[in-house]
């Protein structure tokens, strides 16, 4: 369901001091190692998923139902990466109080209430969509012949923009709506991408209209 932020949390769109596990809405890129179109392919500005990329889209989807506190906005699975806007709303009560769970590795937080599940930072949400995607692929090379990749799945590192405003919000939105529209001249892909950044392997957003100053995140 679409973030609706004149109803819903609507404090938590807020530029947060690089304080990634605050409640607030970011904006992510995540792509595939080495650029590799796994996902499917752009044809006449319509993304056509192939299985690889419906696995993608199916596994973010879910992730709010696995993940209290962690609600989803506008998305698109492109041949080669993600882009989607992830909201931080904070924990509330786990659904099954009785058989008590939490994702697998995350320790509860200093000071966190009983019976309340830890709050997930940006950084924990997308190691976590990488590491199910990367399973979920892994498992089908073996069970369904998909074609293997070649050390990691995803690049280590990925984008993220802080969503200010409404404004922005509604900037994010249309630019990942129109996405399948730009591929072309997308930084991503690989025919018109060029190295930048720490790692020297994402592609410039800074000419986006979601850096219209090309400053901070």
Avoid at 6 to 16: E, M, P, Q
Avoid at 50 to 73: F, K, Q, T
Wanted: net charge negative.
């Amino acid at each position: 369901m679409r973030y609706d932020p004149t109803k819903d949390h609507r404090r938590s769109i807020r530029w947060s001091g690089y304080d990634y596990a605050q409640a607030g809405a970011y904006f992510v890129t995540i792509c595939t190692e080495n650029r590799e179109c796994m996902f499917g392919d752009v044809v006449e500005g319509q993304i056509a998923l192939a299985d690889p990329g419906r696995m993608v889209e199916s596994v973010w989807r879910d992730l709010p139902e696995h993940y209290p506190g962690v609600a989803l906005d506008e998305f698109v699975v492109m041949p080669n990466h993600l882009h989607g806007i992830i909201i931080l709303v904070g924990a509330g009560p786990r659904a099954c109080p009785d058989k008590p769970r939490q994702p697998q590795g995350v320790a509860d937080r200093p000071g966190q209430p009983q019976g309340v599940a830890p709050t997930l930072s940006l950084p924990d949400v997308v190691h976590r969509l990488k590491s199910l995607t990367t399973a979920r692929y892994r498992r089908e090379v073996r069970e369904s012949g998909w074609q293997p990749f070649a050390g990691r799945l995803w690049q280590r590192n990925y984008y993220e923009h802080v969503i200010r405003d409404e404004d922005d919000l509604d900037r994010v939105r249309r630019y990942i709506a129109e996405n399948p529209l730009r591929w072309e001249e997308d930084p991503e892909n690989p025919s018109e991408a060029r190295p930048v950044g720490g790692d020297g392997r994402l592609g410039d957003h800074r000419g986006s209209p979601l850096r219209p100053d090309g400053g901070s995140p």
